[in-house]
């Protein structure tokens, strides 16, 4: 009986019937039916999904919310784990002190064109290393033997390779991507990048002027190199 007055209220709304008799809702259980069903969600449907907002968000700069998905088809499983639909979102926003400026002249937020490469340098016999706790010494000094820096290896790379003399250091990556695992430089083949030297403040003494040579000599092949000038090696930098 329930599911009968329920149909009629719906598709005979607009064929005057009366639903109040004397200032009382007329069949009220119907109503009761109505608000039962309410509160169970069943009244539209079967509740698929719950979507959460929080109203103060809702103003000041953009707001974006992103939903992380994967193409990979999912697999079925019997017992489906339980989904976070909160922590599967990610919520970004952009923020700009000239926001009517940016807004009226449609200027970009971002833009990223080409990458930049940091390049590390360091003096002789002074390049940094990592290793764990339970590694001695000798092993630590082994592995490092033969694991150059980014700076061995264009000094090596100049050695072998004519070409690369004719760049400074921090010219390298526009012509040679740097191979981590390998620990060499090879040839550039698609996309564009720059480099630049790491900051090194004026105080540091010998490791500021090492990063002025390399930002100012071409080609040099080894660090007695850089000490050499008319013919004369120097102690220092």
């Known amino acids: ?23 009382r809702l007329y069949q009220q259980y119907v109503v009761d039916a109505f608000s039962y069903d309410i509160k169970k969600k069943n009244y539209f449907g079967t509740c698929l999904g719950v979507m959460y907002f929080v109203e103060f968000q809702k103003r000041g700069h953009d707001r974006a919310t992103i939903e992380i998905t994967s193409h990979k088809q999912k697999k079925e499983v019997e017992d489906e784990e339980a989904v976070d639909e909160i922590n599967a979102y990610f919520d970004g926003r952009y923020i700009c002190a000239s926001e009517a400026s940016y807004r009226i002249f449609g200027f970009p937020i971002h833009h990223r064109s080409i990458s930049v490469v940091r390049l590390s340098f360091h003096l002789l016999g002074e390049k940094s290393c990592t290793f764990t706790e339970n590694e001695t010494l000798e092993k630590v000094v082994r592995c490092e033997k033969f694991k150059h ?15 690369a003399r004719q760049y400074t250091y921090d010219q390298i990556p526009q012509h040679y ?20 030297l790491l900051y090194t403040h004026h105080s540091a003494g010998e490791l500021w002027y090492l990063r002025l040579l390399l930002s100012n000599i071409r080609g040099p092949t080894s660090f007695e190199a850089l000490q050499t000038i008319n013919g004369v090696q120097y102690r220092t930098f």
Request: aromatic share 12%.
């Open 1 to 23: 009986m329930k599911e009968y007055y329920s149909y009629k209220l719906q598709v005979s709304k607009d064929e005057g019937l009366h639903v109040r008799l004397a200032g």
């Open 177 to 196: 991507v740097w191979n981590e695992t390998d620990r060499i430089w090879t040839i550039h083949k698609k996309g564009k990048q720059i480099g630049r």
């Open 149 to 163: 820096s980014q700076l061995e290896s264009f000094f090596i790379l100049n050695r072998s390779d004519p070409n």
